[in-house]
């Protein structure tokens, strides 16, 4: 059984019919198999191609949820979701998506061997930052060069954590 890593995912582009396009071929056949396609599943190449052993498990209980959450900001459109994965991110899906034209916003923490890390292309340029354990994610300085989001997201865990063992003790 896999640890899950908790991803964000946000997509934009430009065109909205584009990205509407992109998000009902998701729904149909799943985030990696749509962006970087298997011709037949094996672990291996999974994780090689997609950076995790299976397709993104989407949580959410509505039909299409990255049409659920559609915004603009400017003149790009975005949807995003969240999702677990398999061990650790999709970064090869990230990175195939953007060469594919769409802006990608994404974080990621996985707690079990602390996969932590951030992906975002702004005007076809790609960041990929990640951290080898959460003592170098935490003691990070510059504070607006980590996603807010994820941040954020990792504190309430932690605190989570620490209250469940103050309890358990």
Known sequence: MPNYCTNSIEIGHKDEDTLLALTREIAEHGF?????PLEEWSYDQAVIKWGT?????IED???DPWVESTWKDGDVTWVGTFANSAWGPP???LE????KGFEVKAWWWEP???VIGQYETLDG??????WSDLDDFLGVKDQDYVNPELRNYIEEDVAMWQQDE???N
């Open 91 to 93: 970064v090869e899906v």
């Open 125 to 130: 340029e790609s960041m990929l930052d990640e």
């Open 96 to 99: 195939a998506l953007a060469k």
């Open 32 to 36: 990696c198999q749509t962006i970087v």
């Open 166 to 168: 103050l309890e358990s």
């Open 112 to 114: 079990g061997c602390e």
């Open 53 to 57: 052993k299976w397709d993104l498990d």
């Open 61 to 63: 209980d509505v039909d």
